[in-house]
Every structure is written in structure tokens, then in C-alpha cells.
């Protein structure tokens, strides 16, 4: 969960950057490092883990000025090292980046400049950025400017934050799409900018906010907001409490709607340091999977429960498509109570959002018993589900506060595809071609969601029109009837409506005695391979007086013409599609339940770890 800090004034910058790091370090991170500009030289420290090793790199040899950046890197391209490590400084010495995101296009970018005699000294996207604003500034335009025409060039959602020695006391920071936040502190006669607030709490509580298609220019004495057209804005100015539980809350009014907006984020760090998007070989090496375990393999038993257990059953579709492996999901509660047949040649794997929850460990204790190989997929590093495994992959979502799990329900989902990639290579199921294609959707994927969540607004008019529901019916098919599952769950979890999750091909047999008018029908009508079933779904309910809320597929007219509201999500590759038609149905919950009055982040009779039976 990448954190950036920068500042520009009249005090010594390291300090300042150095302590807000270390305030988002609660974010996670495997490297950190911060440049320091002064008499027209740019200095880098940068060190693999911990931020104590960067401090004491820079305690044992300083770097003097007043203008700096700093960041804390989860790996997205290249591994965990100290030149891959931001900040990274471009070829010429002349532009120095931090970076939050993926650069989609990064290798038809790099070849590019390669051809124009570029040199690369590390792996990472970010050093494209770097060349492409140094080749601009060569053109002698501002460096607000030749950082406009550099994101002109990206796609993907994407931080970027450069400094050059050419304007030695200004920073420019850029956000583009959902790849994170910039919040710009205001101070008398200095400036910082941070990716969360708390890094920059105790030096200011006047801070504004960029949008997505913004970018700040800052020097000590002024800052200036413009568009990416160079249209200046005047971005409202909020007086922050001293108080750390709203600081990070930020702009946002509970928990759970910040960490839905932190799925770009969080997504994002789940792939990092994963993948080769050049060739879509993935690396999971905490797994501890072999070619010849893969090999092995006969069954992979699931087990979870609430929404991991959702997330799961689409894990099983999309395992089963790559891998060709035969998958079961199994309820945590229930598994161990039905002597299940489980052997050494049958994998284990649980979902679990704490690590710690009774059912969840009781169903890996029984599958040992029996001899199968343990896998778990948690967020909580160092928890009992992680200890237990024979090998286990890390969410990467960072800390989730509200009860009702959403951050951590998209992530897991992005580790199975990236478990279904790697079993499909091993087994032979997936040639490189294949691969290759995989990756390169799953590299769109963070744009893609920080796409659909801009659309709240829309979700909110919905939620009016519902909030005084009593019941609801949620349908899909196929690799979404999950979401229908966890549609229904969110909204029972914090509105307190009752909500029902079915496959829609059932709704014929029992769900659709209930449908009349007080009965809201919510489905999942995407353009997949179910889509004219769908319809046939909807056209049911609308006989029967039902209101219908379709999540659909952007430029559906056909859709529009029979639903009652559509909720649009942008066009997805299938195997992918679940990550964006839960966010609608997050974002739905969470606004009927604050239009309700409910307690959000702590819904009643709910706890955020289950850890008894």
C-alpha cells in the first residue's frame, strides 16, 4: 500500500518526509526511499524493508535541503530491491518521480524510448515516467507541463509526483483515475503533499483534495490546482480536527466507503510484485508451490465463510477455467462435521479476511488431519490461518475497519486469478499466449474499477428510490451469482433489510412468488455468456409489477429500455467481471444504510473477526 510524502519550505526536508512514512506505514510496504533537492542536485536513500533501514541509511549518511519526496513501495514491476525502490531519478539526471499505480502501457512506452537511446536502471514502470517528463522538459515547457503531456501518454490509473533541478524549489503532483489519493497540506510559508493525511497531520490541518484529472503545482509560498486541459481550479480548502481516526477517514464519511474507494488501491498492491505483464508469469513465492505439487493436485476444497465463502465460489470458476483443476466450496462451519474426503492429493485452501476466524481454523485443522496440502488467503499478516498453511498469499488490502467487508472480498479474488495463472502453467493447461493475454487484462483492471467507482453518484439516486424497501431479491448467473450472494449480504449487514442472493435460473422455482411491487429485483445482466438469460430474468419480474436494478454492461440501451435504473460498470474481460459488479452493490448498501440512519462501520450484533463457533 504505496505512501508518498513531499514537502517544499524553509526547514530540512528528510526529517519531515522520513516521519511521514512513518506514519503510513501501517499501510504496508517492502522498500522505501526519498530524494532531497538542493544547489541543483538531487540526492536518493533508498533501502529494501523497513523504513528503520532507510532511516538509518540516512542517519548514516545525511542529505541536506528544503525540498523533498518520499515514498513506501508494495512491488508492482520488478521485485522488492534497492534499485527498484522509488524515488527514481530519469537518465539524464533531471527529473526525479514517486509513483502510486501501474502504467498499463509501460512496455510499448519503454521500448520507445529504448529506440530513442534511453537507459533503464531498474525494472519498474515508474522509470518510463521519469524518461517521458525529462524528454518533454527538454523542450523547455514547465514541469507542470511536461508532466501534463507525460499522463497524456499513460493509461492506467496512476500518482505521480516529480521534482527537477531545472525549477529547484517547486513540486508537482498529478492524479489520474483512482490510484490513490493526493491530499495538498497548507502551511505558512511551506507546503506538503501526501497520499493520506496523517503523514502531514502534525505540521498542518488546512488541506485540500484532488480529483481525478487534477494536478498541484507547489512551491513554498503558493500552490496552484489546474486541470490536465491547464484550466486553474480553486479546490475547497477543509480545516482537518486533530484527531487520527478522522485523519484517516479523510474526505470520506465512514470506514467502509473509504475502503471501498481504496479497491483501486488495494487491487493494485494484491497484484504487486506478482506478475511479469510481459509474459504473465506469475511468482507466488510464499505458496511454496512446486511444479510437481501443482502436478499432484486432484481437488482444491475451498473453505470460508460470509463473504470470503462468496469470494471463494467465484474462485472456483475462475480456477476451474485456467487451471482445469476440479474445485469445491466448502462452508467452514459445515466441513469438518461431514467427514469430507479429503487426501494428501487434495489442497485445502481457506479465505479469511482475519486469519483468525474458529471455523475457518477448525476446517484447515481437519484437513490436516487428513493429509491434505494447507493454503489460506488472508490480509492480517502473521495470523493463525497464515501460520498454519503450508503456504498462504497476503491480500495486500491494507487495514479494514468497517465491519462489512469489501476491500477484502475484491483482493482475494484478484489472488485467485493469480493462483488459477500459476496452476495453469505449471499444469500445462495455459500456453504463453494465453498467459500473456491474462496479464494484460488483469493490468487494466485497477483503471477499470477506479472507473466504476467514479459513477457513485448515480448509486445514490438508486439507493433514494430504495431506501424504505423491506425486502430485496438478488439474481445473477453464472461466475456473478456470487455477487448476487454478497449483494444481499451487504445489505442485510448494514441496512438491516432483508435481502435474498439466488441463482437466477432458480427464480422459477420459489423466489418468484414473492415478486410484486414492493419487491425489488436487483440483477447481475452484464454482456457475458448468461446475458440472454438475464434478460429473460428480468423481463419475469417485470411481468409480475417487480422493480428492477440492473448492474450492466456500459452502452447497454437494451437494458436501459427494460430496467427500472441500470447501473453501469465498464466492459470487462469475464473472468474479471466480478471485481466490478460488486462495487455497485457495495456502494448501494452502504448509501440505503446512511440514508437509514445505521451505524455503517459497526453494524449491530456483527464483529469484524469471528472468533468463536
Not at 47 to 64: F, H, I, Q, T
Not at 78 to 104: C, K, M, T, W, Y
Not at 158 to 182: F, L, T, W
Request: charged residues 25%.
Amino acid at each position: 500500500m504505496c505512501g508518498i510524502v513531499g514537502y517544499v519550505g524553509p526547514r530540512e526536508a528528510a526529517p519531515i518526509i522520513l516521519d511521514g512514512l512513518k506514519r503510513l506505514e501501517y499501510r504496508g510496504y517492502d522498500s522505501a526511499g526519498l530524494a532531497v533537492m538542493s544547489d541543483g542536485q538531487i540526492n536518493i536513500r533508498r533501502d529494501v524493508g523497513k523504513l528503520n533501514n532507510l532511516m538509518a541509511r540516512y542517519y548514516s549518511d545525511p542529505v541536506s535541503g528544503s525540498i523533498g519526496i518520499g515514498h513506501t513501495r508494495w512491488a508492482t514491476h520488478g521485485a522488492p530491491s534497492e534499485r527498484n525502490a522509488h524515488p527514481h531519478l530519469s537518465d539524464g539526471g533531471n527529473v526525479v518521480v514517486v509513483q502510486n499505480g501501474i502504467v498499463e502501457n509501460f512496455v510499448a512506452l519503454k521500448e520507445e524510448l529504448l529506440a530513442e537511446g534511453a537507459t533503464f536502471r531498474s525494472e519498474t514502470d515508474t522509470e518510463v515516467i521519469a524518461n517521458l517528463i525529462e524528454r518533454f522538459l527538454a523542450s523547455d515547457v514547465p514541469l507542470e507541463e511536461a508532466v501534463r503531456q507525460t499522463l497524456k501518454r499513460l493509461k492506467g490509473a496512476n500518482v505521480v509526483v516529480a521534482m527537477s533541478p531545472r525549477e529547484p524549489g517547486k513540486i508537482v503532483a498529478a492524479r489520474m483515475g483512482n490510484a490513490g489519493g493526493v491530499t495538498v497540506g497548507l502551511g505558512d510559508g511551506e507546503m506538503f503533499i501526501a497520499s493520506d493525511m496523517p503523514a502531514i497531520l502534525e505540521h498542518t490541518r488546512r488541506m485540500a483534495f484532488l480529483e481525478s484529472g487534477w494536478m498541484v503545482i507547489a512551491t513554498r509560498d503558493r500552490y496552484e490546482v489546474q486541470s490536465f486541459d491547464g484550466e486553474t481550479i480553486t479546490p475547497e480548502v477543509h480545516s482537518i480536527a486533530w484527531d487520527m481516526v478522522t485523519a484517516e477517514k479523510g474526505e470520506y464519511r465512514h470506514f467502509m466507503q473509504k475502503e471501498i474507494h481504496e479497491q483501486v488501491r488495494s487491487i493494485t498492491d494484491t497484484i504487486g510484485g506478482r506478475i511479469d505483464f510481459g509474459t504473465g508469469v506469475v511468482t507466488l513465492g510464499d505458496l511454496n508451490l512446486t511444479p510437481e505439487l501443482a502436478k499432484k493436485i486432484e481437488r482444491i476444497v475451498i473453505v470460508a465463510c460470509g463473504t470470503a465463502a462468496h469470494a471463494g465460489m467465484i474462485g472456483k470458476v475462475v480456477v476451474e477455467s485456467l487451471a482445469r483443476i476440479p474445485v469445491e466450496v466448502d462452508i467452514a462451519s459445515e466441513f469438518r462435521y461431514r467427514d469430507p474426503l479429503v487426501n494428501d492429493r487434495t489442497v485445502v485452501l481457506s479465505i479469511s479476511q482475519s486469519g483468525e476466524t474458529a471455523d475457518t481454523l477448525a476446517a484447515m485443522e481437519e484437513g490436516r488431519a487428513k493429509g491434505a496440502t494447507l493454503w489460506s488467503i488472508v490480509n492480517v499478516i502473521g495470523s493463525q490461518a497464515m501460520r498454519a498453511a503450508h503456504g498462504y498469499i497476503t491480500m495486500q488490502s491494507g487495514p479494514e475497519i468497517g465491519v462489512a467487508s469489501t476491500k477484502a472480498f475484491t483482493a482475494p479474488l484478484v489472488d485467485l486469478y493469480l493462483l488459477a495463472m500459476k496452476l495453469g502453467e505449471l499444469r500445462g493447461a495455459l500456453n504463453p499466449t494465453r498467459l500473456k493475454a491474462l496479464a494484460q487484462d488483469l493490468a487494466r483492471l485497477p483503471d477499470l474499477v477506479g472507473r466504476t467507482l467514479d459513477r457513485e453518484p448515480e448509486v445514490e439516486r438508486v439507493a433514494r428510490a430504495l431506501r424504505h424497501t423491506g425486502h430485496c431479491l438478488y439474481l445473477g448467473r453464472g461466475i456473478n451469482m456470487p455477487i448476487a450472494y454478497e449483494g444481499a449480504l451487504k445489505l442485510k449487514e448494514i441496512s438491516y433489510i432483508h435481502a435474498e442472493g439466488y441463482p437466477a435460473g432458480e427464480m422459477k422455482h420459489g423466489p418468484i412468488a414473492l415478486v410484486d411491487k414492493d419487491m425489488p429485483v436487483l440483477v447481475i445482466a452484464t454482456k457475458d455468456r448468461w446475458y440472454e438469460k438475464m434478460l429473460s430474468q428480468i423481463e419475469q419480474a417485470k411481468a409480475r409489477g417487480g422493480m428492477v436494478v440492473a448492474v450492466a454492461t456500459d452502452g447497454d440501451d437494451l437494458i436501459d429500455s427494460k430496467a427500472d435504473h441500470v447501473l453501469y460498470v465498464p466492459e470487462c474481460p469475464w473472468l474479471l467481471s466480478p471485481v466490478l459488479t460488486v462495487l455497485p452493490l457495495q456502494l448501494l448498501a452502504y448509501h440505503i444504510a446512511v440514508l437509514r440512519g445505521c451505524d455503517v462501520d459497526q453494524p449491530r450484533n456483527l464483529a469484524k473477526s469471528v472468533t468463536v463457533e
